[in-house]
């Protein structure tokens, strides 16, 4: 199986036969790789299409290949599913970004609330939500997803809920869960009444859970709480127990 490789240019304008330099991150992976000159690749541009290719230089400085075939993919899920994830400590942040892209959410929105261990502001979130969609795109290079996931930029979760149109939900046949055992129906209910809506927003807390005023904030933004079964699950895992149940629902 060929090599699946990102790369931060619109393959779209070129055209079969066509020589390309990849991009650095997609030329420091040839290398590492020792890929020779007559190897195939498969590239990305996060359009939704792929293009086999093949290495036809291999230097220091400079990978370049020629573009083969253009072929349309689909390997997204039948609904954008958003995570809202209050950031987990320790780093699982990672965890979270790699595994959702793998089961097929479109975005995610790191989060920040009145219990978040970590908090981050300035350069360090601009830094942390680069290294994130870093992740997302090595995790889509893996799982052959064509458009990898977006890391969103690091929001207060009082702010983002601010932005939020509280009846746009119903224009745009939007779903929205809030992961929470209080007043909350099982997550097989609200899927079951979710009907053709083509968009879910689930939004899950930190270690501590969300307080109070969060959840009403949220309820009032048109949240509906779901509760993930008798258990308690961490705060990495229960967004990724959401997706995985309607990810698993398509198959």
């Given at each position: 199986?060929?090599?699946?490789?990102?790369?931060?240019?619109?393959?779209?304008?070129?055209?079969?036969?066509?020589?390309?330099?990849?991009?650095?991150?997609?030329?420091?992976?040839?290398?590492?790789?020792?890929?020779?000159?007559?190897?195939?690749?498969?590239?990305?541009?996060g359009?939704?299409?792929?293009?086999?290719?093949?290495?036809?230089?291999?230097?220091?400085?400079?990978?370049?290949?020629?573009?083969?075939?253009?072929?349309?993919?689909?390997?997204?899920?039948?609904?954008?599913?958003?995570?809202a994830?209050?950031?987990?400590?320790?780093?699982?942040?990672?965890?979270?970004?790699?595994?959702?892209?793998?089961?097929?959410?479109?975005?995610?929105?790191?989060?920040?609330?009145?219990?978040?261990?970590?908090?981050?502001?300035?350069?360090?979130?601009?830094?942390?939500?680069?290294?994130?969609?870093?992740?997302?795109?090595?995790?889509?290079?893996?799982?052959g997803?064509?458009?990898?996931?977006?890391?969103?930029?690091?929001?207060?979760?009082?702010?983002?809920?601010?932005?939020?149109?509280?009846?746009?939900?119903?224009?745009?046949?939007?779903?929205r869960?809030?992961?929470?055992?209080?007043?909350?129906?099982?997550?097989?209910?609200?899927?079951?009444?979710?009907g053709?809506?083509?968009?879910?927003?689930?939004?899950?807390?930190?270690?501590?859970?969300?307080?109070e005023?969060?959840?009403?904030?949220?309820?009032?933004?048109?949240?509906?709480?779901?509760?993930?079964?008798?258990?308690?699950?961490?705060?990495?895992?229960?967004?990724?127990?959401?997706?995985?149940?309607?990810?698993?629902?398509?198959?």
């Amino acid at each position: 199986m060929a090599v699946r490789l990102f790369v931060e240019v619109a393959l779209a304008t070129s055209g079969e036969g066509d020589d390309l330099a990849l991009p650095p991150g997609a030329a420091r992976h040839v290398q590492v790789l020792r890929l020779q000159p007559g190897e195939a690749v498969t590239l990305f541009d996060g359009s939704g299409d792929e293009w086999t290719a093949e290495v036809t230089a291999m230097g220091r400085s400079e990978v370049r290949v020629a573009l083969k075939s253009r072929q349309a993919v689909d390997r997204e899920l039948r609904r954008a599913v958003t995570l809202a994830v209050v950031m987990p400590a320790n780093d699982r942040m990672d965890g979270i970004v790699e595994k959702a892209c793998e089961l097929g959410a479109v975005a995610i929105q790191p989060l920040m609330s009145e219990r978040s261990v970590l908090r981050l502001s300035g350069e360090r979130a601009e830094k942390k939500r680069a290294h994130w969609q870093g992740v997302a795109i090595a995790a889509a290079e893996q799982c052959g997803r064509a458009k990898p996931l977006q890391v969103a930029a690091v929001k207060t979760l009082s702010a983002w809920l601010a932005e939020l149109d509280a009846d746009a939900q119903t224009d745009a046949g939007e779903q929205r869960w809030l992961l929470s055992p209080v007043a909350a129906q099982p997550l097989s209910v609200l899927t079951a009444s979710s009907g053709e809506s083509n968009r879910v927003v689930v939004l899950s807390g930190p270690e501590g859970g969300l307080s109070e005023a969060e959840e009403q904030s949220a309820r009032a933004r048109g949240f509906h709480a779901a509760k993930l079964g008798p258990r308690i699950l961490r705060a990495d895992t229960a967004p990724l127990a959401v997706l995985g149940w309607l990810a698993l629902g398509e198959c």
